[in-house]
Structure formats: C-alpha cells, structure tokens
C-alpha cells in the first residue's frame, strides 16, 4: 500500500531543513541590561534609539504576561538568545551572499520570486538581514525600501525617529517592551505623493537558530494618493526547544492611499509567535490586511487599524489552521474615529487533530465616527471531536447611527456532502480536501499567487492521511 505523504513530512524537506551554526555570533540566553548595551553596540545604534531600547527593558521587567490568550507559562526568556547573527555583512548582490546561507533562501524560491514578480526583496537569516536589493525603477519613482539599521542613520533619520514605535508603544504589552528592547532587522519602506507601485515589495525572514528569538521591525509610510503591496514571509526549522517571534509592523497610509499587507507564516511548531501590527489610516485611505497563519506551538497575532481620517477604511481576511500540539489565538481589532469610516472582517478557521483556534475581534466605534459601519465574519471548521474552535467578539459602539454586523458560524464537514460526492466517483480523502480547500478558497483569491498556491498545498497535504 502506497504510504501517504502528511505535511510533517513535507516540512522536514521544505522547511525543517537546518543550517550549521559553527560560524555565527550568538548571545547567551537571558535579557540583562547587559544584553541590551551589547546589541546596541553591535547596531551601532544613535544614542537615542540606546536610551529607547533602556526604557523598554525596564518597561518589559516591569509588565506581567498578558493575561488573555494560550498560557505563556513554559516560554522561559533564560532560555531564549536575543541576538544570533551569521558572520557576513548585508549583500546587495546576491552572489555576494555565503553559499549555506544563499542556498537556505534558494530551497525557500526567494530569489526565482525576485526574479519574476517582486520589485524589491530583503532577506532576513536570525537577526540580522543578510540581502537588500530594490529595482532601480522603484528608487528612480523615489521609494525607499531599505534596512532599518540604514535608515536610523539614513537622510530619512528624523522621520524614522518620529515613527518609531509610537503606533506600537513599548508600555502597550510585554512583548512590545521586550521588542523595543532587543528589535533587530526589518524594512523601512517609504512611498511619496502620487506614487502607485504596481508590483510588491517583499520582506522573509528566516529564523534558523535552535533556541533564539527574532524581533524584526517593519515600518512603513505611504504618502498621499499612493499604493504598495507589501508581502511578509516567514519559516523556521523544527528543534525541540523554544523559539521565539515578537516582530512588530507599523503602517501609516496617507490621505486617498492604499496599503495592502500580505503574510503567510508558517513557522514550525516549536514557536511562540506573539507578533505586533498596527495600521494609521488618514482620510479616504485604505488598508489591507490578508492572513495566513500556519505553524507554530502558539500564536498571539490580531493586526490593528485606527481609521482616524473620514471615510478610511480597513478590511482584514485571514485564515489559520491549527493540528496536534497548536493553540492559534488570532484575530483583529478596528477603531473607528473619523466619520462615515468602515471595516470589514472575513476570517475562517481550520482545526484538526485536537488543534485550537481562537478568533477575538474588538470593534471601537468611537463618539466622533458618525455614520462609521462595521463587519465582522468569522467562520470555522473542526475536522473531528478532538479539535477545538472559539469566537469572542467585542464591540463598543459610542455613536447612536452606526452600523454594526457580526456573524460567526462553528461546523464540522457535512458527511451528506461527502457522500454526495463519493457517488461521483471521488474517494473519501480527495472529498475532504476538497471541501476544505473550497472553504478556503475566499482567502487564497486574495493572495498574491505564488502565496496562495503555496497556502493549497499546505491544506492538500495536511488533508492526505487525515481518515482512517
């Protein structure tokens, strides 16, 4: 008998496969203020962005663990590296990067995407980016997408310095404390006035080291009347210690702009991903928000938008799907200040094999939103008794007209359908699938297509082996 092909399986050569470490620098586990002076150094930080990253650390000894979401219980920081770099400088060209830590990148098709669809890419291995590169038709537009090491120091400094962190500010949480500690890597990306960039820019960031934790920041401004696309990737290996992710994006999109952010994470199950996201959206602006979360032990991510100008708007469509050993708490939060502003939320669910997901939706309709419209959809599917789905939705409305909708739906597969299609002539299996790959289906159309593509295969191969 033909032996099934499970997505354990296929991450072990697609994604589990590991680097050697012999020629990287690493920081020992714990977070001292020792170990926020040495990364400082080692960035070559402005005396500023030192007394932030002291502040921060005080900040995160400071704050408890959240107390909502999976217990954090069992992430212990003495155990977690703040700081692992390869021993290789940031490559522009990329022949220029080592050949273990090129060939990483290339099993993950980065470059071959560069090559075909991206207008520009940066390469994040640990800590630190190892490969920076935009097309010379997107700088001559004047965009920058740059390292945020570059641009602390850059001609657009200031900016940096007046952006940093204040959509997502230290005292918020604890592990926007811990970031603002030992952040390390990340893109600044900024769009002037009028300017429409057609073809995406692209940041993936690899976590290869057993034991360590990645805090990427990302921060973008979109100026007025523009547009980018923004795609996040992310992997990492599976170990059978604690990795860590507590990245943090900051978005401002402009008067008449839209942003859109595409991520598709699957990071091994070894990982706490407690990530950050926050959107500032001006008058008549729009941001994007499309999610697929895959992988991970634990994960705490719910991007944010503040519609602050008139007639902003925020849609979010994301989708997770949870297995054995995962807890995938998840979901969105809009506040609605300005008038006649409007949000849209399409979330969807997957669980199998015992795997839990969450889904928290906040919903702030401030006194000021006259006339602001909200809605919220958020539908699940459990592949057997053993898994476990959970919708918690909270509104809070301060103006007497607006319009506010949620909807939630928890099922299982119809077994009428599956028989309906068995008398077609597909096999039990091949059934399954593909009600769940239909029941995805409004989520992969919103990604870019190498992403959603990918998003499929996952589902298909999760899928194979799943009765019986």
């Known amino acids: 008998m033909k032996k099934k092909t499970k997505i354990d399986d296929i991450n072990r050569n697609l994604y589990d496969f590991k680097d050697d470490e ?36 005080k900040l995160y000894n400071k704050i408890p663990l959240p107390d909502w979401g999976p217990p954090l219980d069992e992430l212990n920081m003495e155990d977690i590296s ?211 979360s895959f992988g991970s032990h634990t994960s705490y991510l719910y991007p944010n938008s503040i519609l602050k100008g008139d007639r902003s708007k925020s849609e979010y469509t994301g989708i997770t799907f949870s297995g054995s050993g995962q807890d995938l708490d998840t979901g969105t939060k809009i506040v609605h200040i300005g008038k006649d502003t409007t949000s849209f939320v399409n979330a969807k669910s997957i669980s199998k094999s015992g795997g839990r997901n969450t889904f928290r939706s906040s919903v702030e309709i401030r006194k000021s939103a006259k006339n602001a419209k909200s809605s919220v959809s958020c539908t699940s599917l459990m592949l057997d008794d053993k898994s476990r789905s959970d919708t918690i939705p909270s509104m809070d409305v301060r103006t007497c007209d607006a319009d506010i909708g949620h909807e939630a739906k928890i099922g299982k597969i119809s077994e009428e359908v599956i028989f309906y299609l068995m008398s077609r002539g597909i096999d039990e299996e091949e059934a399954r699938a593909m009600i769940v790959t239909g029941f995805a289906n409004p989520i992969a159309k919103e990604l870019p297509l190498e992403y959603a593509v990918e998003m499929n295969n996952l589902i298909k191969l999760e899928m194979e082996g799943a009765i019986g």
């Open 22 to 57: 012999s020629d990287f620098y690493r920081l020992s586990g714990g977070l001292t203020r020792e170990t926020v002076e040495t990364i400082s150094r080692e960035k070559n930080d402005p005396e500023w962005m030192r007394e932030f990253r002291l502040r921060s650390l």
């Open 82 to 292: 703040s700081y692992v770099r390869a021993n290789t400088s940031m490559k522009g060209k990329w022949e220029e990067v080592p050949a273990d830590i090129k060939n990483t990148f290339e099993r993950l098709g980065i470059p071959q995407a560069e090559r075909e669809a991206l207008a520009g890419v940066g390469a994040q291995y640990d800590s630190e980016l190892v490969y920076h590169n935009v097309k010379e038709e997107v700088t001559k537009k004047g965009v920058v997408y740059t390292d945020m090491e570059s641009a602390l120091t850059g001609p657009y400094a200031d900016l940096v310095k007046s952006k940093f962190m204040r959509l997502l500010p230290p005292q918020e949480h604890k592990f926007m404390a811990l970031h603002g500690a030992v952040w390390s890597g990340g893109s600044f990306v900024y769009v002037p006035k009028g300017i429409h960039l057609d073809i995406p820019l692209q940041s993936y960031f690899r976590l290869n080291a057993p034991g360590a934790g990645q805090y990427e920041h990302t921060l973008i401004i979109v100026d007025d009347d523009a547009y980018l696309h923004f795609i996040e990737g992310c992997s990492a290996p599976k170990y059978n210690v604690a990795n860590l992710h507590a990245g943090c994006v900051e978005i401002y999109v402009g008067k008449n702009s839209t942003v859109r952010y595409s991520t598709i994470e699957n990071w091994s199950k070894n990982m706490y991903n407690l990530n950050s996201k926050r959107a500032l959206v001006e008058e008549d602006g729009t941001i994007e928000w499309i999610s697929g």
